[in-house]
């Protein structure tokens, strides 16, 4: 089994930064893709970010130039760097990690971590 756990998540002025990160933990081969998501109050779950396990990157239009993901492999953790913070922000951010069980195995399983709230402020 495998578990994400973020933190970082917080209440912030417009036009502020928050740093988030997640860690997976558990029984596992490699981890593939890592990515954030979010989830705005009465909104479905959007991506937010993806990072490969080769550091090749995705976002989200509304994201772009201003949030940033990375990942530590040795540390199995992914972060997320959102500066210039806006209001419509404002959201629980998941993490989602796809993860390869076993090494006699390509199949990958996805997690998600129980997610953080981020509030900015007007």
């Known amino acids: 089994q495998v578990q994400l756990v973020e933190s970082g998540g917080g209440l912030v002025q417009t036009g502020g930064s928050l740093t988030l990160s997640c860690t997976a933990s558990g029984s596992f081969f490699s981890i593939d893709t890592m990515g954030w998501y979010r989830q705005a109050p009465g909104k479905q779950r959007e991506l937010v970010a993806t990072?490969?396990?080769?550091?090749?990157?995705n976002y989200a239009d509304s994201v772009k130039g201003r949030f940033t993901i990375s990942r530590d492999n040795a540390k199995n953790t992914v972060y997320l760097q959102m500066n210039s913070l806006k209001p419509e922000d404002t959201a629980v951010f998941y993490c989602?990690?796809?993860?390869?069980?076993?090494?006699?195995?390509?199949?990958?399983?996805?997690?998600w971590g129980q997610g953080t709230q981020v509030t900015v402020s007007s």
């Open positions: 990072i490969r396990s080769g550091n090749s990157t």
């Open positions: 989602n990690a796809a993860v390869r069980p076993r090494s006699t195995t390509t199949v990958k399983y996805r997690y």
